[in-house]
Structure formats: C-alpha cells, structure tokens
C-alpha cells in the first residue's frame, strides 16, 4: 500500500510538471509561429543589422525550451519506471490473492507464525550490539506512587500486547494485567491476580507467561504462572543479601533484580562474600537454579539501576537526575568497561529499570510515570557459522 501510494504521489507530481511544461511550449509555438511570419514578411528593406538583432532577441527567448525538452525526456523515463513497478505490485497481489484463496485460516496462521519465527531470527542477529545510545523519554502514563514496577511478556508473540503493572516496592501481592498498551494508558480492560506470597522491590520481569519475583523478607525467587494462577517453582537464590541489606542506591528493598535479555533469564544481586559488589547469576527458568555467575566488581550501592542487553549488563550511576549509563559488564569475555552513555532523566527518581528484547526498549518508573526508552545498538551481525 505505500508503494501505491508513492508511486501515485510521484504520477501527480508529473502531471502537474507536465501541464506547466505543456503550457510553456503552447507559449513558444505561438513565439515561433510569429517569427516565422515575420521572416516570411521581411523584405529587402530590412536592414540585415536590425534582422540579426530581432532575430537574437527571438532566440533568446527560446533558450528555455532546452531544458524543457530535457525535463520531458526524464520525466519519460520515471514514467517508464513507473509503469513497470505498478506491473510488479499488480503482480505481487495477485499472488497474495491466490494464497489467500489457496489456504485456509489455519495454514496461512501456521505460515504467519512460521514467518514471526524467521523474523525473530533476524531481530536477534540485529539485534544484538553494544549499547551506545538511549533515547529521549516516552511518557506512557502516569498512575500509582512513586515507586513500581510495569512490563510486557518478552517472550509474547507480537500479537500479545499484555501489559502487567505492580504498584509499590515490599508487602505487594496485587498485579493488574491488561489486555493491550492501549487498555493500560486508558485504564480500562484489565483483570486482577493476587499473589500467594508478597513481593519484596521493583525488580520483577514476566517471562513466557510467569511472574519471577523476589519473596518478600527472603531471597526466594518465585515463579507464578498467570494462566493457572499458580507457584511452579521457588527457590533460594545462595546467599543473596536481602531485606535492603545491598540494595540499589534508592533503596526500596532492591536487594534482587530479574532481567531478560535475548539469551534468557537473569538476576543481579549481592552477597556477604564479594564484599557488596553486584554479581550477575543466568538462571534456569524451569528450575530456578544457578547455571552460571560474574562477580561484576561494581559496588551495587553505588549503582542506580541496571539492565541486561546481549548478555551485557549496564549500570546507571545514580537513580536521580543526571544519571547515565557508566559501567558495563560482558560476560562472554568476564570483563568491563566504563561508559559515557547519557540517560535524561525526566522525572527524577527512577526505582525500575528493565530492557524488553522483543520490543527493543528500556522500561522503566520514573516517579509514578511509566516510561519508554528506545535504545541504539552497534550491532555485529552475524552468520549462521559464527559460534
């Protein structure tokens, strides 16, 4: 559909050159004619200086015509490339309209779903790079305290824009779902789980269709499944501080946070043996154990907020105005760096900071709003060789 419609803007825009070009040689045919009929006129009388002369200024204001010529013969050929790209696309649906006709709902949602997967695929090769840009900030609403916690499912297919939202920071049991973004910015649509355990902090992420968050009073992280309404799975994470005992600079009982970037399931935390500094754990989703942990060497208290992107963890210096993305950790390589990433603050005190991978966005609440972030990438494409 754009296409057609570029292509029907660029055939106006020649019309409307066409009918100004054809009004100008309309002008010169006229010139012409009356130039012919006074060099047929001309008689011996007429002085061979002043001929020239009228003759000169005549042709002069022919000059333009070239150019007019020349306009004509470009806009012929856009014509010709028009008319051939308008066969295409009359191609094109034609053969949309006999698939449409050739399968039926259920075969054409299989191969919708089949496409999603190849397009998922592409996102991750995509999407996959270095941090080195966040954007201006994208108020979505504006409800609750101060502190929260909201996020979509990033493991959701496209069509499922579900939107959770967890007001408060410790002792919370109540999670509203709405059905879209749309429903969540109106406040409309939206069903109601309460939990059997209260949480404790912001740092909660939905995951395939389950609620992970930190047991409030404890470092148990729970697995509450949305559809069955449901603890699967709860587990002790080693000797992770809670209870603000290593919390995040703006406390709020942020001792544990859950991530999920594209390569699956995370906690940041702290414990008593590395002296405070925040450690980074992959956890099994189905089981909550502990598959691997960095020991990033970044004292948590010091820190903001942090994200996981591509297996990388950042980390803002502050939760207030002026923070910016400072440090980040890689664990392919076990290895850090300090960064200079500017992050705008808008509103002042961020107490949840999430990147969804699915979406590409950072989310987070920022004084009672809930806020959207795009972010920039460097990306290292990759190849289906490359390990």
Aim: contains cysteine.
């Amino acid at each position: 559909m754009e296409k057609v419609q570029n292509v029907s803007q660029s055939m106006e825009v020649l019309e409307l050159r066409t009918y100004r070009d054809l009004q100008y040689v309309r002008s010169m045919e006229t010139l012409m004619r009356s130039l012919d009929a006074r060099l047929r006129a001309a008689d011996g009388s007429v002085s061979a200086k002043s001929f020239q002369q009228e003759l000169k200024d005549r042709m002069t204001e022919l000059l333009p015509l070239s150019s007019v010529l020349e306009q004509y013969k470009a806009d012929t050929r856009t014509i010709v490339r028009l008319r051939e790209e308008v066969r295409n696309l009359s191609g094109n649906l034609a053969a949309i309209q006999e698939e449409m006709g050739a399968y039926g709902y259920e075969d054409l949602q299989q191969r919708v779903m089949a496409l999603e997967a190849r397009l998922h695929a592409c996102a991750q090769k995509l999407g996959c790079g270095k941090l080195t840009g966040v954007s201006n900030p994208i108020t979505i609403r504006a409800m609750g305290s101060r502190f929260g916690s909201w996020m979509t499912d990033t493991m959701a297919p496209s069509a499922d824009s579900r939107v959770w939202y967890m007001d408060g920071y410790y002792k919370g049991r109540r999670v509203l779902e709405f059905r879209t973004l749309g429903d969540f910015i109106k406040g409309q649509n939206f069903i109601q789980h309460l939990l059997p355990q209260p949480w404790a902090g912001t740092g909660h992420v939905v995951y395939n269709g389950s609620l992970f968050y930190n047991k409030y009073q404890s470092n148990v992280v729970v697995k509450y499944h949305f559809r069955s309404r449901s603890v699967l799975v709860q587990r002790s994470l080693p000797g992770a501080g809670y209870n603000n005992t290593f919390p995040y600079s703006w406390g709020g009982f942020s001792d544990m946070d859950f991530m999920v970037d594209e390569s699956g399931l995370w906690a940041v935390y702290t414990t008593n043996q590395n002296a405070g500094n925040i450690v980074v754990s992959r956890l099994d989703p189905h089981t909550l154990e502990v598959v691997r942990s960095w020991d990033t060497g970044y004292p948590k208290r010091s820190a903001g907020e942090a994200f996981m992107i591509c297996g990388v963890l950042y980390v803002t210096n502050s939760h207030l105005a002026g923070a910016k993305v400072y440090f980040a950790y890689f664990t392919n390589t076990s290895s850090y760096e300090y960064t200079d990433v500017p992050f705008h603050n808008q509103y002042s005190h961020i107490s949840m900071l999430d990147y969804n991978p699915r979406e590409r966005a950072l989310y987070t609440w920022n004084n009672g709003h809930q806020v959207l972030y795009n972010v920039t990438l460097f990306h290292v494409i990759s190849t289906a060789g490359d390990p």
